[in-house]
């Protein structure tokens, strides 16, 4: 059983025909999110090139609790990177991710201008998404 407070949806979609994952986000007791600015910041899909998925915002520090990568299809390998503008290091290099996996980073922080990179080897069936929330620095 699912028990979510008044107004909580569960969202879910089905990214290709050979599967579907279901991202839960939240706490374990019947209380909401202590911090109301807990969001989705960023989510799609990688392609074989190195892309910016997210860019923390001016003047702000983002607290990532989750970084899901979703394989849907086709097996191949992933790179995560963090660029602060004046180096790039890898959270994830070219590591496999089978048909149907999941793969997560969590807890970390990233601050102003700071940008999450990545790229698959398959083209259009590794899905990501990054959950967490923004603070004023």
């Not at 911090?35 to 392609?47: F, H, Q, R, V, W």
């Not at 990532?64 to 979703?70: A, E, T, Y």
């Not at 997560?104 to 990233?110: A, T, V």
Request: charged share 15%; aromatic share 8%; net charge negative.
């Amino acid at each position: 059983d699912i028990f979510l407070p008044s107004g909580w949806k569960i969202k879910a979609s089905i990214t290709s025909s050979t599967g579907a994952h279901l991202f839960m986000f939240g706490q374990e007791d019947d209380a909401p999110p202590t911090d109301p600015s807990y969001k989705i910041l960023a989510m799609g899909t990688l392609t074989t090139s190195s892309s910016n998925l997210y860019t923390v915002p001016s003047g702000k520090v983002a607290v990532i609790q989750h970084l899901f990568l979703s394989n849907g299809s086709t097996s191949g390998s992933v790179t995560l990177r963090c660029n602060d503008g004046f180096t790039t290091r890898n959270l994830r290099n070219s590591e496999a991710i089978g048909a149907n996996q999941l793969i997560e980073n969590s807890d970390f922080i990233l601050e102003a201008g700071d940008v999450l990179q990545g790229l698959s080897t398959t083209t259009t069936s590794v899905d990501y998404i990054i959950s967490g929330f923004e603070k004023n620095q």
